[in-house]
């Protein structure tokens, strides 16, 4: 029987099918071969009790795709949340997810929670700037009920990970959508303006018909030292217009001339974008010297 890995806990595996969840202990086979389950594989079982819903997990098929943290697999959406205030943006953090979720191949949307919070209206700036890139962008408040229809929309018939610093309102958003998940959520440390961590373990989620999210762990610093310098070119959208002309082979966009991307900032490139770009560019190759 075909289903999908809802949760993993303590050596067994909840998985969805067509005939209920089903509790499942993995073949000894995927331990001798380093084989790990993972939250969001489709995978075969065989059912050993139809009536306590046991079974044993026989088959992983291929994942599409394999994010690491949080670890889930064949999700081909990432809903990156971040918060206009409380914590504050971390426009820097929020580029460092977009470039990990480009890099995955993933559809992307950008979700800017408690919009009620920023009286100033300072995060329609940054919306406006990832909209402009050609993000889709949702701004949302849960204490007023503003955008949930929206994002709701947005992950019909997807695998959708919900992913950004502690804090920021994942957990109370989907609850906001889907009031019957009541997944924990965490109160804001004022002493530190950091979330405390609610959430333990990713798990997968149904909240429609092939519709499915996965609430994961809060984190404030991401690594990109596994990209090589000069692939991070292709993980900034606005610049895939202009990369087939440089005129040198090969240019890193940073200091030779004759550079067309150079030539776009301030015009289709954001200045800002451009230098997180350099930065993000020099942290790599300095990793890179590092391992050498």
Do not use: W
């Not at 610049?239 to 776009?264: R, W």
């Amino acid at each position: 029987m075909k289903g999908v890995i809802l949760k993993g806990i303590g050596g067994f595996y909840y998985v969805d099918t067509e005939e209920g969840i089903f509790e499942c202990r993995a073949r000894g086979i995927f331990r001798k071969e380093g084989i790990v389950p993972t939250v969001g594989d489709n995978v075969e079982i065989t059912v050993l009790d139809a009536l306590d819903k046991k079974g044993s997990l026989d088959t992983i098929y291929d994942r599409k795709t394999e994010l690491i943290r949080p670890k889930v697999a064949n999700v081909n959406q990432a809903v990156i949340v971040f918060a206009a205030k409380n914590p504050n943006i971390n426009i820097d953090l929020l580029d460092r997810f977009l470039i990990l979720a480009e890099e995955q191949g993933l559809d992307i949307v950008i979700c800017i929670n408690k919009i009620d919070q920023d009286l100033e209206k300072n995060y329609e700036r940054i919306a406006n700037l990832y909209k402009t890139i050609g993000y889709p962008v949702v701004c949302t408040s849960v204490e007023k009920k503003i955008g949930l229809e929206e994002l709701c929309r947005m992950l019909e018939h997807k695998i959708s990970v919900f992913a950004g610093p502690s804090g920021v309102g994942k957990s109370s958003l989907i609850n906001g959508m889907f009031p019957a998940l009541q997944l924990t959520t965490g109160e804001i440390s004022r002493k530190i303006q950091r979330g405390r961590h609610t959430t333990r373990h990713a798990e997968l989620i149904q909240v429609e018909h092939q519709s499915y999210i996965v609430d994961s762990p809060g984190f404030t610093s991401l690594q990109l030292s596994h990209i090589a310098p000069k692939d991070l070119q292709y993980y900034f959208p606005e610049f895939a217009p202009f990369l087939n002309q440089c005129y040198y082979t090969g240019c890193c966009h940073i200091h030779e001339p004759d550079c067309a991307i150079k030539k776009e900032i301030g015009v289709s490139i954001g200045q800002e974008r451009y230098q997180r770009y350099t930065v993000l560019y020099q942290e790599l190759v300095q990793e890179f010297e590092r391992r050498k």
